[in-house]
């Protein structure tokens, strides 16, 4: 609790503290301010279990059909929706062409050592021309997850395209669940999620179209992956265990702290088919009314989530991107 009083009270006066600049504040405050910083510097939560075979975590684009039947959140029909699917093309047609795939494989090296997303073998590559933004279709809604928003993925290739293209990207960022049902009700011209059972729902539910030169609606090319991730004192032995699952199976027996998205996310969805079967967990609240002594459904985007796991010293799972991103800023996100 003291941890966190002093980051409220560091946030509150300090602008710019991920970067390690201190903005002037109230001088009797200012070695308070200087004491969070420090104290910032490190976070406790570490990695515990990574590059397992069931954690990899693979990204994919679609593009939002115009003729889709679009739904608001209790399932009436929506009319009247108008989408920049020109624009969604060709950010499409962007993202999948060497040099955006190129920046997003080297994301991450200068500053961590090594890319925080791979491309993935046999992705579809585009090689024709790209069009330009004209005056109708200049504003492109992109409605996606957070991990490649909290990572700052999107923050180094959108300048890039905007720049190039002429386009302005308008980005909503929420768990795979949520930025999906921005589509489904017309607020997204297209996604780009991390949630295969969730997209090829969306997929079959006439949500998404073929584009022009490629073969699927899913259009799959980054992948990275998922961590499990946790106190460094390791209370459940996680580190040791010979997989995931084992590692999972661990934190419930011994009924260690857990910290779930809880928000339908992609993460929220790989770390439900996680646990052992015999618990039973699933979305339903009613399905770990028995365990919430140990574990919390937050309804969380990750970087929220991530600080709740530190302050608890709980285990969490999460895309490895955002947690390196959320270690090099101190635990802030």
């Avoid at 959140?73 to 962007?94: F, K, R």
């Avoid at 500053?111 to 933004?133: C, H, K, T, W």
Wanted: proline letters at 4%.
């Amino acid at each position: 609790m003291k941890k966190l009083l002093s980051r409220l009270m560091a946030g509150a006066l300090v602008t710019g503290m991920i970067t390690g600049t201190a903005v002037s504040a109230v001088s009797a405050a200012e070695s308070t301010v200087t004491s969070a910083a420090e104290s910032m510097a490190e976070v406790s939560t570490v990695i515990l279990k990574e590059a397992d075979d069931n954690m990899i975590n693979t990204y994919s684009l679609l593009a939002v059909n115009p003729d889709a039947p679009f739904v608001d959140a209790d399932g009436n029909p929506v009319s009247d929706v108008t989408l920049n699917t020109a624009g969604a093309e060709a950010l499409i047609d962007w993202f999948l062409s060497e040099e955006a795939m190129t920046l997003a494989a080297e994301y991450g090296q200068e500053e961590y050592g090594d890319s925080l997303f791979y491309l993935l073998e046999g992705a579809p590559v585009f090689e024709g021309e790209i069009a330009p933004a004209s005056e109708e279709t200049s504003v492109i809604r992109l409605s996606t997850t957070t991990s490649v928003n909290d990572s700052g993925l999107l923050g180094a290739l959108l300048p890039v395209f905007e720049s190039e293209y002429g386009y302005t990207v308008e980005v909503q960022s929420a768990g795979t669940g949520k930025a999906i049902a921005a589509a489904k009700d017309g607020n997204a011209d297209l996604i780009l999620v991390h949630a295969k059972s969730q997209e090829e729902e969306f997929v079959d539910g006439g949500f998404s179209y073929v584009l022009p030169g490629f073969e699927s609606e899913r259009l799959s090319f980054l992948y990275n992956y998922f961590v499990l991730c946790g106190p460094s004192d390791d209370p459940a032995g996680v580190k040791d265990c010979e997989s995931v699952l084992d590692a999972f199976a661990a934190i419930a027996d011994g009924k260690y702290p857990f910290i779930s998205r809880g928000d339908g996310s992609g993460t929220h969805t790989k770390e439900l088919s996680l646990w052992p079967e015999a618990l039973g967990i699933t979305d339903a609240p009613e399905s770990f009314a028995d365990y919430t002594d140990w574990y919390t459904s937050a309804n969380a985007g990750m970087g929220a989530c991530l600080v709740m796991a530190e302050e608890m010293g709980a285990y969490i799972l999460t895309d490895k991107a955002t947690f390196l991103t959320f270690q090099a800023n101190g635990g802030n996100m």
